[in-house]
């Protein structure tokens, strides 16, 4: 293929039908929102662009900030989450053999294949209290009741006068069950493409050299597979800290995101100045985030991201 500067027209005539989509739909959108964030609400539709940070210096507020740091826990604790599990099962999708390979990762990338309203619809009938896991628990319950009375220990009432459901909907937990669910193909799809690249010659040696396999896992595969992770991590954290539908339907008044802050802002609020500060204020922290992250792969001397 030649350079692009022996074919400048072709060059810019791949090049001008894709920036001329980003420009219209994306970077002008947010240039507008940008400029909105300086301005004050005027009357009830209108916006006065005075350059102002009042709408920034809002954002400070503890009641804000709060929910800001709550929404960052939250996010966080399912990308933890999405990587203890996705580890695992990129380890074994990796290691399975060639031909079943495709076939795994389709069953990961299956539920992008039906829409996100519906599998949080899916998700609420499994956890509310008549839903499919608070039927299990009684089931066990009652067994084990039943059992207890089988070899004559039921009058002891050890397991209670009955089962009580548990509230497993509208509450952080919830709300963290809800993007782990969501989320956790992200994690595992730049992890399984950081182990498929792995030599696993490496492993071969260190556990012929004694390592056991717990080790082997901490000192070899681990460190090699650290740009996966870090980018699992990245992938998975962002939309994770700007979802709105999963706290909305699976978390109560108390477990409210950022996002869903920024909606009512837009909406019920009609406070679209101040909804653009929240909002740019998150892709600031978004961008800050990714440019440690940055900053810390050129220090370590790069490496391959997934």
Request: glycine share 10%.
């Given at each position: ?6 074919a400048?027209a072709?060059?810019v005539a791949?090049l001008?039908?894709p920036?001329?989509w980003?420009g219209?739909?994306?970077?002008l959108?947010?240039s507008?929102?940008w400029?909105?964030s300086?301005?004050?609400?005027v009357?009830i539709?209108g ?9 920034y ?5 503890p ?6 740091i709550k929404?960052?826990w ?19 999708i ?6 079943v390979q495709?076939?795994?990762?389709l069953l990961?990338i299956?539920?992008f ?10 998700l609420?009938a ?9 039927y299990?628990?009684?089931?066990l ?7 207890l ?9 050890i ?14 937990a919830?709300?963290?069950?809800g ?7 992200f ?10 690249r ?6 071969e ?7 056991g396999?717990l080790?082997t ?12 992770i870090?980018?699992?991590?990245i992938i998975?954290f962002i939309p994770?800290l700007?979802?709105y539908?999963?706290?909305d339907l699976?978390g ?7 996002a ?7 909406k019920?609020a009609?406070?679209?100045?101040f909804?653009?500060a929240?909002?740019?204020l ?9 440019a440690v ?9 790069g490496?391959?991201?997934a």
């Open positions: 293929m030649e350079p692009w500067r022996k400048p072709v060059f791949n001008l039908p920036a001329a980003l219209v739909f994306f970077v959108p947010l507008l929102l400029l909105y300086f301005g004050d609400k009357g539709t916006i006065d662009i005075n350059w102002t940070l009042a709408n210096a809002r954002a400070a507020d009641l804000y900030l709060g929910i800001l929404s960052v939250i996010a966080g604790a399912a990308t933890l989450t999405c990587l203890m599990i996705g580890l695992p099962v990129a380890l074994a990796s290691f399975a053999p060639r031909h495709p076939w795994l990762l990961i299956l539920p294949w039906t829409n996100l309203l519906i599998r949080t619809y899916a609420i499994v956890l509310r209290t008549n839903g499919h896991v608070n299990v628990l009684e089931w319950w009652s067994a084990g009741d039943g059992l009375n089988l070899i004559g220990l039921g009058g002891y009432q397991l209670g006068t009955g089962f009580t459901p548990w509230s497993l909907l509208y509450n952080d919830a709300v963290v069950t993007l782990v669910y969501v989320h956790l193909p994690m595992v799809l730049p992890l399984y493409a950081a182990l498929y792995l030599d696993r010659s490496l492993i040696a260190s556990l012929d050299l004694g390592a396999h080790r896992f901490f000192y070899v595969i681990a460190p090699l597979v650290l740009p996966g870090a980018s699992g991590v998975t994770a700007g979802a539908l999963t706290p699976l109560g008044t108390d477990s409210q995101m950022i869903n802050v920024i909606e009512r802002q837009f019920a009609n406070d679209w100045p909804g653009s929240l909002s740019f998150l892709m600031y922290i978004t961008f800050f985030g990714l992250r940055s900053l810390l792969a050129g220090r370590r001397g490496g391959v991201s």
